[in-house]
């Protein structure tokens, strides 16, 4: 069973910076692709972005593009750079991963999910 470790979440005021890592482990080929989506209370599971094992091109959420950056470091290991953060940002964002290689971008699409990492964003 594939394990997913976020961290990274936190307090930011507005116009600010944060960046989330997930770590996958458990795996032995891993060769998953891997997403973040974000949630808060009372509202559906929202896309964020999501990048496949390989080097094909990531996707974004509308409400996050231009400003949040995926990024891979190995096939256990992505990262999300959230730039210019505002307030509506804030929500639990979680990992998940799945076997694959495309940017899948529902999360109907995912096996797996981390447990979660709170980033609130202060106007």
């Known amino acids: 069973q594939v394990q997913l470790t976020e961290s990274g979440g936190g307090l930011v005021q507005a116009g600010g910076s944060l960046r989330l890592s997930c770590v996958a482990s458990?795996?032995?080929?891993?060769?998953?692709?891997m997403g973040w989506f974000r949630q808060t209370p009372g509202k559906e599971r929202e896309f964020v972005a999501a990048?496949?094992?390989?080097?094909?091109?990531p996707a974004y959420g509308d409400s996050v593009k231009d400003r949040f950056s995926i990024s891979r470091d190995s096939l256990k290991t992505i990262h999300l750079q959230m730039d210019n953060l505002k307030p509506e940002d804030t929500a639990v964002y979680y990992c998940a991963a799945v076997a694959g290689d495309s940017a899948f971008t529902s999360s109907s699409n995912y096996a797996y999910w981390g447990q979660g990492t709170q980033v609130t964003v202060s106007s």
């Open positions: 458990r795996c032995t080929i891993c060769k998953y692709a």
């Open positions: 990048v496949g094992w390989s080097v094909g091109a």
